[in-house]
């Protein structure tokens, strides 16, 4: 990973990340003993992860309760859109990102509302940051809205 970096090196950047975040390393603990002690673990949606180790556990755990959480808040704006009639459309998810395409009888208020339902999940002990970018042409020249 670090071909240029000494074992010393390489640990003392370890041992510095997780003292800047110790909550990290608890949880990194936690995943590795998790493995050890048990055939499957649960993400915050109730999806088990059968025999992985350790190492995988960490960022499965965390990526697949993110997928679900998307899922939910996709089916969320779904909803909201047919609620009111837009005619604004949902064109697709992309890993992270959801892609709309706004009709020009809709305002942009509900592009906001979108992203107060992207915010929202009463559960979360740190805060959701949805961003907004918006093009007339391609994604390359998107800006923040």
């Given at each position: 990973?670090?071909?240029?970096?000494?074992?010393?090196?390489?640990?003392?950047?370890?041992?510095?990340?997780?003292?800047?975040?110790?909550?990290?390393?608890?949880?990194?603990?936690?995943?590795?003993?998790?493995?050890?002690?048990?055939?499957?673990?649960?993400?915050?949606?109730?999806?088990?992860?059968y025999?992985?180790?350790?190492?995988?556990?960490?960022?499965?755990?965390?990526?697949?309760?993110?997928?679900?959480?998307?899922?939910?808040?996709?089916?969320?704006?779904?909803?909201?859109?047919?609620?009111v009639?837009?005619?604004?459309?949902?064109?697709?998810?992309?890993?992270?990102?959801?892609?709309?395409?706004?009709h020009?009888?809709?305002?942009?208020?509900?592009?906001?509302?979108?992203?107060?339902?992207?915010?929202?999940?009463?559960?979360?002990?740190?805060?959701?940051i949805?961003?907004?970018?918006?093009?007339?042409?391609?994604?390359?020249?998107?800006?923040?809205?």
């Open positions: 990973m670090f071909p240029t970096l000494s074992e010393e090196q390489i640990k003392a950047i370890d041992e510095s990340y997780y003292k800047a975040f110790p909550g990290i390393k608890r949880y990194h603990e936690y995943c590795e003993q998790l493995a050890r002690s048990s055939p499957y673990a649960v993400n915050m949606f109730g999806v088990k992860y025999n992985v180790s350790g190492h995988n556990l960490k960022n499965m755990l965390v990526q697949g309760s993110a997928a679900y959480l998307l899922k939910e808040k996709i089916r969320e704006i779904m909803e909201y859109l047919h609620s009639g837009a005619k604004s459309k949902f064109q697709m998810n992309i890993h992270d990102e959801n892609s709309f395409k706004h020009k009888d809709d305002g942009m208020e509900i592009f906001y509302r979108i992203k107060e339902i992207m915010e929202t999940w009463p559960d979360c002990q740190v805060p959701i949805a961003e907004m970018e918006v093009t007339q042409t391609t994604w390359a020249e998107k800006h923040s809205l």
